[in-house]
């Protein structure tokens, strides 16, 4: 499998599920991807492991987006104030949602259109972030909190 393109995002797999988060840089994608291993670390969610940092190679495959770290990086993850760590790391994982940090015109309440993205083909639900909000209140939030009607 020689991969898709290579993106500046991390992605991040919770559970069975991937989290692909992208942002400018300094936004702090590293450091949400690190919160959520601590959190899977002190039992507050049950399992996270590194899939990518910086750079995430995505591929559609047979109706998913599979992610994986870019040659050379992996499991590397730059800890902002520290270096860069190795940690653990899944080579392969499906993306289940896409997280969008410092969007600025992220809504209080997103219109249905706004909660999904399309990367390589495939319609991904979506979360935009905005500067001022916990980014992993938000994404554990969102994966672990059912949806009511």
């Known amino acids: 499998m020689t991969g898709g393109p290579s993106v500046h995002a991390s992605a991040v797999l919770i559970g069975a599920r991937a989290l ?8 702090g994608k590293s450091q949400l991807a690190l919160a959520l291993i601590q959190a899977a670390r002190s039992g507050e969610i ?9 750079r995430t190679v995505l591929e559609a495959v047979n109706g998913r987006l599979l ?12 800890v ?12 392969l994982a499906v993306i289940s949602h896409v997280i969008d940090l410092m969007a600025a015109d992220a809504a209080r309440l997103p219109e249905d259109l706004q ?3 399309s990367l390589c083909g495939i319609l991904l639900p979506h979360i935009a972030i905005s ?3 916990n980014p992993l209140a938000l994404v554990l939030a969102a994966v672990t909190t059912p949806i009511s009607d």
């Not at 692909?20 to 936004?27: A, Q, T």
């Not at 104030?81 to 653990?88: D, M, N, S, Y």
């Open 67 to 78: 992610a994986r770290p870019a040659v050379g990086l992996c499991g590397l993850l730059e």
């Open 115 to 117: 909660q999904s993205v």
């Open 131 to 133: 500067p001022s909000a």
């Open 46 to 54: 049950a399992f996270a492991r590194l899939v990518a940092d910086d």
């Open 20 to 27: 692909l988060v992208r942002g400018p840089s300094g936004s």
């Open 80 to 91: 902002r104030g520290l270096g860069i760590r190795r940690l653990p790391y899944e080579p």
